[in-house]
């Protein structure tokens, strides 16, 4: 499901459409966003029943570039990680 069907789906769900194409939008950016910051800044978000993310550290090492063959220094990094709630797991699980 990409961001636009997302919004889509969550603006047909209405019962009463209160909220405009526009405005469902607007909030999961503002979401989205909220969520991007926070994991800049280090913290750990959590939301129940879904998952929590998390930032994993990633030490230098020397690469290869794969077209070329030649050794490449990849330097340390956080990468953002996604470990799903028992909820959700359960949630896949039964649907499959």
Known sequence: MTKSELIE????????NLLTYH???????????SMANAL???ERIEVR??????????????GRNPKTGS?????DKYI???RPSQKLRQRVD???
Do not use: C, W
């Open 40 to 42: 800049s800044r280090g």
């Open 23 to 33: 405005d469902v939008q607007l909030g999961l950016m503002v979401i989205l966003e």
């Open 71 to 75: 050794s490449v220094h990849v330097p």
């Open 9 to 16: 789906q969550l603006t047909t769900d209405q019962d009463h």
């Open 94 to 96: 039964n649907k499959s």
């Open 49 to 62: 029943g879904f998952g929590s993310f998390t930032l994993h550290y990633r030490k230098a090492r020397i």
């Open 80 to 82: 953002p990680g996604f």
